[in-house]
Antibody, heavy 121, light 106 residues
Framework: QVQLQESGPGLVKPSETLSLTCNVS????????WNWLRQSAGKGLEWIGR???????VYNPSFQSRVTMSVDMSKNQFSLKLASVTAADSAVYYC???????????????WGQGTLVTVSS | DIQMTQSPSSLSASVGDRVTITCRAS??????LNWYQQKTGRAPKLLIY???RLQRGVPSRFSGRGSGTDFTLTISSLQAEDFATYFC????????FGQGTRLEIQ
């Protein structure tokens, strides 16, 4: 069964770039959509964006100007970069897999355990 | 964005009870509605997709209904392990989630 594991700094300074990686094990990355989401007490669960294994990305308009996602198939991992962070970006960040981008299969079937990122000086 | 509104925000119930949680979309989302269970400190777990399809491995006491804008998640007979927070999520467009329903032991 596929397993996902987020990694990255737990503390990021305001105005800097948050960088996280999701390592995928137990299955090939091919043919699936790979997502980043976050959860905070203030805003609940938010979808940040997704990428396909071809490298095609779709971002939530709310994050469009600050987010970059990329995939490294040779390492079975994908990454998130969120620029110009503020305290409002403090959250638990999750990576997740979906079989389809939208529609009846547009659900998140496998999730990482989540990683807490705090934005503070 | 499509707004998802869940009710109630919290619910107290006992083992063996039948409970129903409601999710309403701000516009027609067909049956593109998914339900998740989240326990404290854990990632959400998919329970139901496409409004009524049970995810593999999820107990049959969980069921989902609805289409258009109004959806429900029902747990037919609560077990101790079901006390958690439940979220709905639409997959018609940019994914959005409900604010959650916290199910507590009475």
């Amino acid at each position: 069964q596929v397993q996902l594991q987020e990694s990255g700094p737990g503390l990021v300074k305001p105005s800097e770039t948050l960088s996280l990686t999701c390592n995928v094990s137990g299955d090939s990355m091919s043919g699936f959509y790979w997502n980043w989401l976050r959860q905070s007490a203030g805003k609940g669960l938010e979808w940040i964006g997704r990428l396909y294994t071809s490298g095609t990305t779709v971002y939530n308009p709310s994050f469009q100007s600050r987010v970059t996602m990329s995939v490294d198939m040779s390492k079975n991992q994908f990454s998130l970069k969120l620029a110009s962070v503020t305290a409002a970006d403090s959250a638990v960040y999750y990576c997740a897999r979906s079989p389809s981008p939208l529609g009846g299969d547009g659900f998140f079937s496998f999730w990482g355990q989540g990683t807490l990122v705090t934005v503070s000086s | 964005d499509i707004q998802m509104t869940q009710s109630p925000s919290s619910l107290s119930a006992s083992v063996g009870d039948r409970v129903t949680i409601t999710c309403r979309a701000s516009q027609n989302i067909n049956n593109y509605l998914n339900w998740y269970q989240q326990k404290t400190g854990r990632a959400p777990k998919l329970l139901i997709y496409a409004a009524s399809r049970l995810q593999r491995g999820v107990p049959s006491r969980f069921s989902g209904r609805g289409s258009g804008t109004d959806f429900t998640l029902t747990i037919s007979s609560l077990q101790a392990e079901d006390f958690a927070t439940y979220f709905c999520q639409q997959s018609l467009s940019t994914p959005t989630f409900g604010q959650g329903t916290r199910l507590e032991i009475q």
